[in-house]
């Protein structure tokens, strides 16, 4: 079964320094209809303003991943850690037992825009931890890039979750398939430009739910990149 999520149908939270596109229910917006798919529980587009950021705030017993499409993202968490987040970079943060952390846009006059997004641990109460990777264009033109997955295999980040995130970039005569386990689900996000998957047209923003499917397939991209997210049922 394939179900289209249109950009335009999810929820939005614009706060002035945040513009917001929730993809799954998040914060004041709630819907019954769409509060998750299998373990994937949160995909939030956010764009925000230079020179702000979200405080120190904690988490707990959950995987979230950033993904960065433009500017940088300054991250600082109650572990230590303080790195930048740039375009291309796959940065994982188990909240597990509880973590705190910030994120702020320091450049002036560009705005950061990027995912991000909410898997459920395989358990409650990990050791917090974190872990960013780097993964250049190359690796990801005109196929499906593995950036994160529970063994790590392929040079991806480790997932404390049974979840695996793919990342594709397509123009004009590329395209990609990928076999999927019927038995588990699969979540497409299109973070940008056109691409067709299993023969529709999706549009920046836009997203595919996939269960009980064989296959996937991507052509016909334009300026495409997308996330494809292997699920527990």
Request: aromatic content about 6%; charged content about 25%.
């Amino acid at each position: 079964m394939i179900t289209l999520r249109r950009s335009q149908d999810r929820g939005q939270a614009d706060h002035g320094w945040l513009n917001s596109f929730h993809t799954f229910s998040f914060a004041e917006y709630q819907d019954p209809a769409h509060m998750g798919f299998g373990n994937l529980r949160v995909i939030n587009e956010d764009r925000i303003a230079p020179g702000t950021g979200f405080g120190t705030h904690g988490h707990r017993d959950m995987e979230i991943v950033s993904y960065v499409l433009e500017g940088e993202l300054a991250h600082r968490d109650s572990m230590g850690n303080g790195e930048a987040i740039r375009p291309g970079d796959v940065q994982r943060m188990t909240a597990g037992s509880g973590v705190r952390h910030s994120e702020f846009n320091h450049a002036e006059g560009q705005t950061t825009h990027f995912l991000q997004i909410w898997i459920l641990p395989d358990r409650r109460d990990l050791p917090p931890g974190y872990e960013q990777k780097a993964f250049p264009a190359e690796e990801k033109r005109g196929r499906l890039r593995l950036v994160a997955a529970p063994d790590g295999r392929d040079g991806a980040v480790t997932l404390n979750a049974d979840a695996a995130i793919r990342v594709g970039l397509f123009d004009g005569l590329e395209s990609a398939e990928l076999a999927l386990d019927p038995r588990r689900k699969a979540w497409v996000h299109l973070a940008r430009g056109q691409l067709t998957v299993n023969g529709e047209v999706l549009h920046a923003g836009d997203a595919m739910a996939l269960a009980g499917e064989h296959q996937l397939s991507l052509s016909n991209g334009s300026g495409a990149e997308v996330l494809v997210f292997d699920l527990a049922a």
